[in-house]
């Protein structure tokens, strides 16, 4: 059935408006979307529309389809509003290369009595005509026969450059394609390594950036990683931190320099075929070095860009080691730890503070149920790259021990937090007095309306919505609560919650004390070295209450025995000395209070 028009008294004077751009080749591309905003904007300016705007502009944002274009999707659903008066959009393919689509967008608009308008002057169609609209149809449908025949032309030229033992797609690392063949090449690119550790991107030739500085070509860092695995059999881990202590850096998407992590040595090794002059298959990192033999792939000496025998040895190793793995007695995903997933390195917290790269941050995991394990590859500082779970987690029920308070206290919890939120004594009862008159009055329009039913003034129907609508309103006063039993909810189900992590911590299974920790905590930041907590971040909820900062324990001459419910800071080893007023602190709208400076 066809909608109705729009019959809002709203004021109609926004324009939707749409730039999309399915392919950027190079930077120079860019100004496509420039183009089609200029058009847009001469539009809404001669209309006097207000414009907003929707964009699809990063990527390959293809019109054949809607789930890949989030602008256009967030566009659509603005589309039926009154406050819409047009669509706009620089050309109609820009808004689908699909003739049903079309059709269909056409009978949304026409329906609603929203102007469709195209801004490109050498495209302009009076939709309003049906000559107008043939030619849209026509117009779509030869925008969808283009998009198809590109799409077909593009697989043939990626399989006949295939077939040819050319890749597609990003070079693997440490490698470019010639200008004329399209072969790979060495690329000559690679990272200043700087004294203070941090590098900067050059090219070979270049003079250094500062004194100190030591060249580490992309290359020859590719060529290490493949001889360090194959002629040491060493371990992807290994090959890592071997690498990061010499200095050598990858390359990531955008063309910088950062540290090699274990997902990179895979990129490496996986590539091995295409380093040697040929392209098998799927793409290197969709393949499993089961999927094949390496004795029946034949590489290219005259293409191959390293040595095909040390290649072929790289082969050999990982189908090896890959056959081999089930063998192992590990498992093959990462065990569910309860402080699993939101446990990260000091260390690498510190070094990703300082570079103000959030990349640098690692969580501990591990495929066992005993250690808890950094992060493989991630290179940081710390001596220690595990710990053992009884120790991690011992110290963790530590600071719930400290954070847990007696039940004798909330009372006076919940009084020190309603003065800090200052409410008064006669504003609870004026609210009280409030809600006593909206829920009798709505119970005296129940009363009345049925006394109009009964008396044939209103029909039935009209009585049970009236009767509802002030049901639910009664309901809605009944648990409406004020700000006072809102703190003392919010209160006791806060502390309620850290006493169940204590006393129910070892009657739980793994899965459950990772929800229960998850439930409370944002991240907690743990040193493996010292073996300590020493910072964590609460959920917004529970930060309302609790909030520990950088220490957990204080030296052996204060205690928290007078506020924590089962465990004092007295005897714990290797405290993290400072601080210890600023442990536990109640935070209320934005208000807080030393708890520990009160006379509990």
Request: charged share 30%; with cysteine; net charge positive.
């Amino acid at each position: 059935m066809a909608a109705k028009k729009s019959t809002s008294k709203t004021q109609r004077n926004i324009a939707l408006c749409y730039i999309r751009k399915s392919w950027t080749r190079d930077e120079t591309d860019q100004i496509s979307p420039e183009r089609q905003r200029d058009h847009i904007q001469v539009v809404c300016k001669a209309n006097g529309w207000q414009p907003e705007w929707y964009e699809d502009t990063e990527g390959h944002r293809s019109g054949m389809f809607e789930k890949n274009r989030p602008g256009w999707l967030a566009l659509k659903a603005r589309l039926g509003d009154p406050d819409v008066v047009a669509l706009v959009a620089n050309d109609l393919a820009r808004l689908h290369r699909k003739g049903w689509r079309v059709g269909d967008l056409l009978d949304f608009v026409e329906q609603r009595g929203i102007r469709l308008v195209l801004a490109d002057p050498r495209r302009q169609i009076d939709f309003s005509s049906p000559y107008g609209r043939m030619f849209a149809q026509l117009s779509a449908i030869f925008d969808e026969w283009y998009a198809t025949d590109i799409s077909e032309r593009w697989k043939a030229s990626i399989a006949h450059r295939k077939s040819k033992g050319i890749t597609v797609g990003r070079p693997p690392f440490g490698t470019k394609r010639d200008k004329k063949t399209g072969f790979l090449v060495p690329s000559n690119e690679g990272a200043w390594h700087l004294p203070d550790g941090t590098w900067v991107a050059g090219k070979v030739g270049e003079e250094p950036p500062i004194e100190g500085a030591t060249w580490r070509g992309y290359f020859q860092c590719a060529e290490l990683i493949l001889r360090l695995y194959a002629e040491h059999w060493s371990g992807r881990e290994k090959v890592t931190r071997l690498m990061q202590a010499d200095g050598w850096a990858y390359r990531d998407g955008n063309g910088n320099p950062s540290p090699l992590e274990v997902e990179d040595i895979r990129r490496v090794t996986n590539n091995w075929p295409e380093y040697g002059g040929i392209v098998i298959g799927k793409r290197a990192r969709e393949r499993s070095p089961l999927d094949y033999d390496p004795e029946s792939i034949a590489l290219n000496p005259e293409r191959s860009v390293f040595d095909v025998e040390l290649l072929m040895m790289v082969g050999r190793v990982q189908k090896d080691r890959t056959r081999r793995a089930p063998d192992r007695g590990h498992a093959q995903t990462d065990y569910p730890y309860p402080l699993s997933g939101l446990t990260y390195c000091a260390h690498c917290e510190r070094m990703a503070q300082e570079q103000n790269n959030p990349k640098l941050r690692s969580r501990l995991g591990g495929k066992s149920k005993s250690i808890y394990r950094h992060k493989a590859g991630a290179s940081c500082g710390c001596t220690r790259k595990s710990v053992m779970r009884e120790v991690y987690e011992a110290d963790f029920l530590r600071l719930m021990r400290l954070l847990t308070v007696k039940p004798e206290m909330i009372d006076r919890m919940q009084q020190i937090a309603l003065r800090i939120n200052s409410t008064s004594t006669t504003e609870i009862a004026d609210f009280e007095t409030k809600r006593s008159a909206a829920i009798a009055k709505c119970q005296r329009k129940i009363e009345a309306a049925r006394h109009l039913y009964e008396d044939g003034d209103i029909s039935r129907q009209e009585y049970i919505r009236r009767r509802e609508h002030n049901e639910k309103e009664i309901q809605h006063w009944k648990v409406y609560a004020s700000e006072e039993e809102k703190l003392s909810i919010e209160l006791v189900m806060c502390v309620d919650m850290m006493d169940k992590i204590v006393r129910l911590w070892e009657a739980n299974n793994d899965e459950d004390k990772q929800g229960m920790v998850r439930h409370l905590f944002e991240q907690i930041v743990y040193d493996l070295d010292t073996q300590r907590i020493v910072d964590f971040q609460l959920k917004d909820w529970v930060n309302r209450f609790l909030v520990l900062r950088k220490a957990l324990y204080d030296d052996e001459n204060n205690d928290l025995s007078g506020l924590s419910g089962t465990e004092s800071t007295k005897g714990v080893p290797s405290p993290v000395r400072a601080k210890i007023k600023e442990v536990l602190i109640i935070i209320i709208n934005t208000s807080f209070l030393h708890i520990l400076s009160c006379s509990f």
